[in-house]
């Protein structure tokens, strides 16, 4: 970077951080990274009405120019140490500077292995901070005896489609045992869906293809969704003039209740028209 600058007509230095850093960031899916040392380039800033003031350009933390103590506060260790240096302080532990097209060289390796985590978990930005979470969305949230007496006078069962989703945050594919072949046709991974109180003639199963935000990278963290039909082979169900419906749906280690999600996870029942 310091050679770029040059290039602009800039006059850089730099500024090392040593101590037991742990910085985040969402350039890496595990939202996080563990240094030892770090080092970014500083240039010296005008500002409008006041002296000039050193900043810390690091784009791989910070979206604009930080003033060194800011750009320490970023990395996790308040003890760290902060060392400014000319700009052609290579090497942590000191030493000459190198020729731009060794700087070249060497900063090819890093896209290199950029390259491969991006074949392995997607481009980044990454969604951080990592929240493992699930809920409900439920697409009907009502459904009444006339409109299931009408769809069966046609034909049975009488189908709701996409009726809910059940929708998991925070946590990759892999991690839930969904493959490539998982994807396609009725999933065998799935949510396991309990409705109560239990309605009589009435059924939920989970339809077609998993939704996924990326199903090239099934190792990167993502919102992971599954649709939901209701069908009915009778009426008999139908025995309140209203009744609440409470819906649970667990899939490996992650469980969604209800009760937690009363505005999107209550599905009713009602008697009568309407």
């Given amino acids: 970077m310091c050679y770029l600058m040059m290039a602009e007509g800039e006059a850089p230095e730099k500024v090392w951080i040593n101590g037991n850093l742990l910085a985040l960031s969402s350039n890496v899916p595990e939202c996080h990274v563990n240094w030892g040392w ?4 500083t240039l010296m800033v005008t500002q ?26 970023l990395q996790g260790d308040p003890g760290a140490t902060l060392t400014p240096t000319s700009w052609d302080h290579y090497f942590q532990s000191g030493g000459a500077s190198v020729s731009q097209a060794q700087a070249d060289n060497d900063m090819e390796g890093f896209r290199e292995l950029l390259d491969d985590l991006c074949a392995q978990y997607g481009p980044s930005p990454y969604v951080c901070p990592i ?12 459904l009444s005896k006339d409109e299931i007496d009408a ?8 189908v709701i489609e996409a009726a809910f989703f059940v929708v998991v945050d925070g946590f990759t ?33 989970v339809m077609p293809n998993i939704g996924l935000e990326d199903r090239d ?11 939901y039909k209701i069908s009915f082979t009778g ?10 419906l409470n819906l649970v749906a667990s ?24």
């Fill in 38 to 41: 770090h080092v970014a380039p």
């Fill in 48 to 73: 409008t009405g006041g002296p000039d003031i050193k900043m810390v350009i690091d784009p791989s933390l910070c979206d604009k120019p930080v003033t060194p103590e800011e750009w320490k506060s």
């Fill in 131 to 142: 929240v493992k979470n699930s809920f409900f969305i439920v697409d009907r949230s009502t």
């Fill in 151 to 158: 769809m069966l006078s046609i034909g049975s069962p009488a």
């Fill in 173 to 205: 594919p892999a991690e839930l045992g969904i493959t490539s072949g998982t994807l396609v046709g009725i999933p065998n991974i799935k949510p396991t869906v309990t409705i109560n109180p239990a309605v009589s003639q009435m059924t939920a199963e």
């Fill in 217 to 227: 990278h099934l190792i990167r963290r993502q919102r992971i969704t599954w649709k």
């Fill in 235 to 244: 009426d008999s169900g139908f025995v309140s003039e209203l009744e609440e």
């Fill in 251 to 274: 899939v490996t280690s992650v469980t969604n209740v209800t009760s937690h999600y009363p505005q999107v996870a209550a599905a009713r029942i009602k008697s009568g028209s309407g």
